[in-house]
């Protein structure tokens, strides 16, 4: 059979055939359907202000730069810190050494979903690490804690369930100090629910104002939600003492407001787990009605993880138990339709330390190591800032207590320090002392110096 062409003998474009297709491709563009998502409806959000100095860190070539603008933990080589207790349990999980192989071993470990209220070791853990093994409440029955995405992620419940179902019959607000952290502003106002503040930092003793933040919760309205810190406050580094806390919880009484306690920091504070969490303990032994949000970031270095806890306790008497069944039934539908289910990896960890006595005396000495440096690292900054006969007090800088201190830099001067120095922080003057080593730390202190200096001079 003969041989038939297949090549085509069609001529080749031509610059009208162009024209045509180009215009083709216009009429198709103008037809197009416009968004209904126009920059009047969703307007360009600012960066966020930490993330974006994150950023610029890392974008910076200089070579003696300095992060003081993380919230987590260094160590002295300014390198990320696995917690030795948290390294067993991961060589375990990981490589099955022979280091601790417990989670291989475990004939339940899976992939399933863990129940909505989380993984229950890990829950009962956390509600007793937090409220203390005899506390009341937990013998009372009247305490339901729910497995979040970190300590964001018990606030976000938190405010959820409150915003659903605190009765606010006059629209009472929530509370935060002045300062907080950021993302309280965010996590309530996405709820709804309107802020107000309390004074809580004084800028001319660099210490808290307790005149002020007890005026202002006397003078709130009737029943209004209280947010207050546990311990090492975010983002001053300052804390009531317990005769404050004291005082603080009878005005609370008195005006019949709701406690809620957001705890990022026990054990990482201090050093000691019990100390970090008095407040609590206190008020809940007082008999209030309340809700903590607990974050097991930066106490077990699970940053990444997301390994939080939401606890809330209602008051005692006869029916407490069936309140409190009736909270964790609206707690669970609203967890379900948020995440339906929490991340099983962190969780498992922490509760394999909380559970067993031996890996829980390691994590203390871990606790211990890092809060040790952070107060070494206070000590080292004051000492050097005095040395240099640095303008103002610096007393405040040991005074404070966590990872965070509010220096009393000016917006302009942390300015000034970055451009000059390379030296990163908030602008609102908050350094994160974790960001401060050993060869780091002289250099800072000439920077606030030169800095303070100069500027106090003109």
């Known amino acids: 059979m003969p041989h038939r062409s297949t090549s085509s003998t069609t001529s080749p474009p031509t610059s009208s055939d162009a024209a045509i297709r180009l215009a083709s491709i216009k009429d198709h563009m103008d037809s197009s359907t416009p968004t209904v998502f126009s920059s009047d409806n969703v307007p360009q959000a600012p960066e966020d202000p930490l993330f974006g100095l994150m950023a610029a860190y890392r974008k910076d070539t200089f070579d003696k730069k300095v992060d003081l603008g993380i919230g987590a933990y260094r160590d002295n080589n300014a390198k990320p810190w696995v917690l030795p207790v948290v390294k067993q349990m991961l060589m375990a999980y990981l490589r099955h050494s022979q280091a601790d192989d417990r989670l291989r071993k475990d004939p339940n470990l899976n992939h399933e979903y863990l129940p909505i209220a989380g993984l229950p070791e890990f829950t009962s853990a956390a509600q007793k690490l937090m409220l203390g093994a005899d506390s009341p409440a937990i013998k009372d029955k009247r305490v339901v804690s729910f497995q979040t995405i970190s300590g964001t992620g018990a606030v976000h419940l938190g405010a959820l369930f409150l915003s659903k179902f605190y009765p606010r019959p006059s629209s009472q607000p929530i509370y935060f100090s002045s300062p907080t952290w950021a993302n309280h502003n965010q996590i309530f106002s996405n709820v709804h629910l309107p802020i107000k503040t309390y004074p809580y930092f004084s800028p001319s003793t660099k210490g808290l104002d307790f ?78 009605e309340m809700c903590i949000a607990q974050s097991f970031a ?132 908050r350094i994160s002392m974790a960001g401060l080593n050993t060869g780091n730390v002289e250099y800072v202190a000439k920077a606030i110096n030169k800095v303070v200096t100069e500027t106090s001079s003109t």
Request: aromatic share 10%; charged share 20%; proline share 4%.
């Open 211 to 288: 005149a002020g933040m007890k005026a202002a919760i006397q003078s709130a309205p009737e029943g209004s939600i209280m947010l207050l810190h546990a311990c090492a406050h975010n983002p001053t580094g300052v804390d009531p003492t317990r005769d404050q806390w004291i005082e603080l919880s009878k005005i609370i009484r008195q005006k019949k407001h709701f406690p809620f306690f957001d705890c990022a920091y026990q054990g990482f504070a201090s050093g000691d787990l019990e100390r970090d969490a008095w407040a609590v303990r206190y008020f809940i032994e007082q008999g209030f």
């Open 298 to 429: 930066k106490n077990f270095g699970l940053y990444g993880e997301r390994a939080g806890a939401f606890h809330f306790v209602t008051g005692a008497g006869s029916d407490a138990q069936n309140t409190i069944a009736r909270i964790g039934s609206q707690l669970a539908i609203l967890q379900r339709s948020e995440i339906s289910n929490p991340p099983a990896y962190g969780a498992r960890i922490a509760s394999l330390v909380l559970n067993d006595p031996e890996l829980f005396k390691l994590w203390e000495d871990n606790l211990r190591t890092m809060s040790g440096r952070i107060k070494d690292m206070r000590t080292a900054l004051r000492e050097n800032l005095e040395k240099l006969d640095t303008p103002g007090s610096w007393k405040h800088i040991t005074e404070q207590i966590g990872m965070f201190s509010f220096t009393g830099l000016t917006e302009a001067q942390v300015g000034k320090m970055r451009q000059e120095a390379h030296v990163y922080m908030t602008k609102n003057g």
